[in-house]
């Protein structure tokens, strides 16, 4: 077998406006997010206006546990999903509780998914309405609007679009979900949860991202903030390390999953209406939740890898062989397996975890079988990578890369 060695030397000086690209997906797909549509859905979810469900009208005053507008919730939010083209799956943890999980499949590649979520029932309980339009309708509405969004993009990694029930009473339903996915081994690239994204009373823009020292929960915040200063996403993000634990990602933490928590700045200006009935959208920082949706939105749909093409334009393409860097993480210096089943020409593109392009280089020969090619990876900043191969079927191979200190 032939071995070919490239040196990919990346001098960043000569990259010029590559190296500044925005990846043209993640940006096609913060254009795409619409917040009159996310506002409609949040309005018809906390019972502001009414819905149709299985044919007859109803409002959703409550989602509480033992509301029956809980299970009128649920109802119509599966609606939605079958609405967008997808198959929605009920996942019943006891007598009351059901998670909504819709699976929107990778590139068959690699069972890794990404979940992007947050949690439909509500507050307050007994006799009271629960309308819970930002804790937490802003973030379900967030997701249903990446569901819409994400539909016809081609992603390496699955997404998951997950809504928990019984949050409330102490994350009954993603701890569930999460212990599942654990005594099965299933492989997680990371969760992303959204719990109150509405809400900013003094109108600074600040916003917290919760995340701790669990699997690659840390490189997921990367993600996060690298998306907000890249995209231009106008946010006063900060940081908490280590993160509180009162909503959905800590259920993954518990499993040893990656997650972070999106959420309004709770601490210092948090909702005064949260968990009363008047936690209603005339209360929302209507612009605010654009940016933090849009944040979340996309942090997730770089997580998950837009299929990489040679325009950069994604469309739906199949594998032309495996990729594997060694060793991962790296320092400095490492080397590029690739296995092809045929000789072809390819490029080779390495992107940053904000999916900006860090390296391309295009009409690269390679062999059939396995080839070696170094990748010189001294000058990058830490973080997260992915080197792709495209070959002039835009079929692909592609790697993940941690790049150390």
């Known amino acids: 077998m032939r071995l070919g060695t490239i040196f990919l030397a990346v001098v960043f000086c000569c990259l010029g406006d590559v190296a500044r690209a925005q990846h043209p997906v993640i940006q096609d797909v913060l254009d795409?997010?619409?917040?009159?549509?996310?506002?409609?859905?949040?309005?018809?979810?906390?019972?502001?206006?009414?819905?149709?469900?299985?044919?007859?009208g109803h409002t959703l005053l409550s989602r509480h546990k033992s509301n029956v507008g809980n299970d009128l919730a649920q109802a119509w939010l599966m609606e939605r999903f079958v609405a967008l083209g997808y198959t929605p799956v009920v996942q019943s943890f006891s007598a009351t509780g059901k998670n909504i999980l819709v699976t929107k499949p990778g590139d068959g590649s690699t069972d890794d998914a990404v979940i992007l979520c947050a949690h439909y029932d509500a507050m307050p309980g007994g006799n009271l309405n629960a309308p819970a339009a930002d804790d937490d309708g802003s973030g379900v509405c967030a997701v249903l609007e990446a569901a819409r969004?994400?539909?016809?993009?081609p992603f390496v990694h699955p997404i998951i679009f997950a809504l928990w029930d019984e949050e409330e009473q102490g994350?009954?339903?993603?701890a569930f979900s999460a212990g599942g996915m654990a005594a099965n081994d299933a492989l997680l690239r990371g969760v992303v949860n959204m719990d109150a994204i509405a809400y900013d009373g003094n109108g600074d823009t600040k916003a917290r991202v919760?995340?701790?020292?669990i699997a690659n929960s840390n490189e997921i915040a990367d993600t996060v903030f690298a998306v907000k200063e890249h995209y231009g996403i106008d946010l006063d993000l900060i940081l908490t390390n280590p993160g509180a634990t009162y909503s959905d990602h800590a259920s993954f933490w518990n499993e040893g999953y990656g997650a972070v928590l999106v959420i309004e700045e709770f601490s210092s200006d948090g909702n005064p209406q949260y968990h009363t009935p008047n936690d209603r959208v005339q209360y929302f920082d209507v612009p605010y939740y654009e940016k933090l949706a849009k944040l979340s939105i996309a942090a997730a749909a770089t997580l998950a890898e837009p299929v990489e093409t040679e325009t950069g334009v994604a469309e739906h393409i199949s594998p032309v062989g495996t990729a594997l860097v060694a060793p991962n993480p790296v320092s400095s210096i490492s080397?590029?397996?690739?296995?092809?089943?045929?000789?072809?020409?390819?490029?080779?593109?390495?992107?940053?975890?904000?999916?900006?392009?860090?390296?391309?280089?295009?009409?690269?020969?390679?062999?059939a079988g396995r080839s070696s090619?170094?990748?010189?990876?001294?000058?990058?900043?830490?973080?997260?990578y992915?080197?792709?191969?495209?070959?002039?079927?835009k079929r692909y191979a592609h790697a993940p890369l941690v790049k150390l200190p």
Not at 171 to 174: E, F, R
Request: no cysteine; aromatic share 4%; glycine share 8%.
């Open 149 to 153: 969004v994400l539909r016809d993009v």
């Open 210 to 213: 919760h995340t701790r020292p």
């Open 373 to 384: 090619h170094v990748l010189d990876a001294a000058g990058w900043s830490p973080g997260n």
């Open 335 to 367: 080397v590029l397996y690739v296995e092809l089943p045929e000789a072809a020409t390819v490029t080779i593109a390495v992107r940053d975890a904000a999916g900006r392009m860090v390296f391309e280089q295009r009409g690269v020969r390679m062999p």
């Open 32 to 56: 795409a997010v619409r917040i009159d549509s996310m506002m409609n859905r949040v309005e018809e979810l906390s019972g502001e206006v009414p819905v149709t469900i299985a044919g007859a």
């Open 386 to 393: 992915t080197v792709s191969i495209v070959d002039a079927g």
């Open 171 to 174: 994350k009954i339903g993603s």
